[in-house]
């Protein structure tokens, strides 16, 4: 029996979870509330929601975990979230500096049809322009680690992609992990 569509709340949890655990294991209610941007009952209760969709683990005291169903969520959606951004920044001329904010709203609607005719159109790329890495269709990261840097890049208009490093957020991690965009 397929699943419902989950919702913009539930990819974006997942993604953040995702997140935590590449940083460093669980994902405790109280960081999750405050990376979500809500309270820890809020949280507390979209824990226990994703559980149930048995999208997670979640073990009182000790965290949460995703599970192999959430991470797939998860990855697809970081997939989706760095393809647009690469197809707003090359294909459409968005400054590289604003296509994250476009790529939030677009990352939960594109159809996998879309994600995959952008995918080809862009010759199947490896890295976003910020050059952080890009699951594969299979949700693979990539295999080896970029060499040029994303300043090289042109972007119309003669701008260059700035380093993530240079433009930090709240919701990204400043270890250079490949989860964190």
């Not at 000790?62 to 169903?69: F, V």
């Not at 968005?94 to 159109?121: G, T, Y």
């Not at 300043?151 to 991690?173: F, I, K, N, V, Y």
């Amino acid at each position: 029996m397929s699943r419902p569509p989950l919702s913009e709340a539930i990819q974006d949890y997942l993604k953040g979870i995702y997140k935590l655990q590449q940083a460093g294991g669980r994902a405790t209610v109280t960081t999750l509330a405050r990376n979500q941007g809500v309270s820890p009952a809020s949280a507390s209760a979209m824990v226990k929601k994703l559980a149930v969709l048995d999208l997670l683990e979640h073990e009182p005291y000790r965290g949460a975990r995703l599970t192999e169903a959430g991470e797939r969520v998860a990855l697809e959606v970081i997939r989706h979230h760095r393809l647009l951004e690469l197809y707003l920044a090359d294909t459409l001329g968005l400054d590289v500096n604003h296509v994250h904010a476009e790529a939030d709203r677009l990352e939960h609607v594109i159809s996998e049809e879309l994600e995959e005719r952008i995918d080809r159109a862009l010759g199947h790329p490896t890295h976003d322009p910020h050059g952080d890495p890009i699951p594969d269709a299979n949700l693979k990261w990539p295999a080896v680690a970029r060499t040029e840097s994303p300043l090289r890049t042109r972007r119309r208009g003669g701008g260059r992609a700035a380093p993530r490093a240079e433009r930090p957020r709240a919701d990204r991690s400043p270890d250079g992990d490949p989860s964190t965009h």
